[in-house]
């Protein structure tokens, strides 16, 4: 047996059991990086762990359901993961809080801590994790929905961290705002304004819809060395929060899908001139892109334009002339866009290597052509849900690009329900708006 292999990925090995895990780490004591995701190991492979990865510095765990708190018990009075750097326990649901404290005291060195996917998790959890590891550089918390604010207000004392990752936490209030079952402005405040804000690079706070604008003038007034930041799906930050981004100077990419940004929030956005990726996918509330998108940075290399009922052939004829050094674009589930606005793109954006025009109902096998034509280092073409193009077209795309996507399904409901979600809105908030005749009654 060759006992100097370092790093070894078992990650959805269905027949992976104790026993043979237990010789592979008996037998390879040098490992450093060990994956074990989606595997059904017990507590006496973690036992294992205990006693024979005195090495390992990375270790996944991910959805491997079937070792107990107990495990991680026998883990903790061990000599093994003492030097772990990395550890994702993301779906682990079986394990208590009291699994997690024990797990927590042996985490000296870790710097990237993944807990998605963790549905049950509870504050105290969290809290035992960042006062132990004080050391954390990365946290991802995605779809932890029993956490509150509470959970983060070690954060305060953290000065190491530069990568956090937060999303549908339903359930996290704010005291002055219990009726808001949501986080708010309050967590953010917890997390930037401590000696870490001003070194965060990466935030991810989408679907979090208790964040205000004020959440957005506090990351945007303490992280100032942000590169990725992505507040999708939050319905209450306005464009009074989203103009605010002009001062991240650093700012590379920048997601906020399915939120309520407007034309002028996204304009000054598109301004930025560090950005390089934006995603405004779902965002119904976009209007007069041709004027919007003409003045977008010329450097832009990735942009997500999908699902929006507004965007026309006019707005991707400027949008093309303006960012020519695009190398992905994705305008999938635009209803009113032709093979004109392919014939724009391919005419002139040369660098382009992906492509998605998937549920373009007026998009034939000519853009297939115009995309040949145009953009000799395409090799990825996503066109699902394409009814009007051809199977003839899709066997040569597939001669001639390397990656081709294609279905003539009908496009999901969900992309329909997007668009019309958002027409509902604004009709309410039309007729919330009162007319000068009920003002002059009111008055």
Avoid at 116 to 144: H, M, P, R, W
Avoid at 206 to 221: H, K, P
Avoid at 340 to 358: E, M, P
């Amino acid at each position: 047996m060759c006992r100097n292999v370092q790093h070894l990925s078992l990650s959805g090995c269905r027949f992976l059991n104790d026993e043979q895990a237990v010789i592979l780490l008996e037998g390879f004591r040098a490992l450093l990086t060990l994956d074990l995701s989606k595997t059904s190991i017990t507590d006496t492979t973690i036992r294992a762990l205990s006693k024979y990865g005195t090495n390992l510095q990375v270790l996944n765990l991910a959805y491997c359901t079937n070792f107990t708190t107990k495990g991680l018990l026998y883990l903790s009075g061990g000599e093994g993961c003492r030097m772990l750097k990395f550890l994702d326990m993301s779906g682990c649901l079986q394990i208590s809080t009291q699994g997690f404290a024990a797990l927590a005291s042996l985490l000296n060195y870790l710097k990237s801590l993944v807990l998605n996917d963790l549905y049950s998790l509870e504050n105290e959890a969290v809290q035992v994790f960042l006062q132990k590891a004080t050391g954390l550089e990365e946290i991802s918390l995605l779809s932890a929905g029993r956490l509150s604010n509470a959970a983060f207000r070690d954060l305060e004392n953290y000065s190491n961290l530069r990568k956090f990752a937060l999303s549908k936490n339903f359930k996290v209030s704010d005291s002055l705002l219990s009726n808001c079952p949501c986080i708010t402005d309050a967590g953010v405040r917890h997390l930037v304004d401590g000696p870490s804000g001003p070194q965060l690079t990466h935030l991810n706070l989408s679907s979090i819809n208790g964040l205000t604008d004020v959440a957005m003038y506090r990351i945007t007034s303490k992280c100032q060395k942000l590169i990725f930041l992505d507040m999708s799906y939050n319905e209450r930050i306005t464009d009074s929060g989203f103009e605010l981004l002009s001062s991240l100077y650093k700012l590379e990419e920048f997601k906020c899908r399915g939120s309520v940004i407007g034309s002028h929030g996204a304009s000054v956005i598109g301004k930025i001139r560090s950005i390089r990726k934006l995603d405004f996918a779902e965002c119904q509330r976009l209007e007069d892109l041709e004027k919007i998108t003409k003045n977008f940075n010329p450097d832009l290399t990735h942009l997500n334009f999908s699902i929006i009922q507004g965007l026309t052939n006019n707005g991707i004829k400027h949008l093309a002339f303006n960012c020519r050094n695009l190398e992905s674009i994705r305008i999938a589930g635009c209803p009113d866009l032709t093979d004109v606005a392919i014939q724009y793109i391919a005419g002139v954006c040369r660098f382009l290597k992906h492509i998605d025009i998937s549920g373009l109902p007026h998009v034939s096998d000519r853009s297939v052509k115009y995309l040949k034509k145009g953009c000799r280092n395409m090799n990825y073409l996503q066109a699902k849900y394409s009814s009007s193009i051809t199977k003839e077209a899709i066997v040569k795309a597939k001669k001639w690009f390397a990656n081709v996507e294609f279905s003539s399904h009908e496009p999901p409901i969900w992309w329909s329900e997007a668009i019309s979600r958002t027409g509902l809105k604004q009709q309410q908030e039309q007729a919330s708006i009162p007319t000068q005749k009920q003002k002059s009654f009111k008055n």
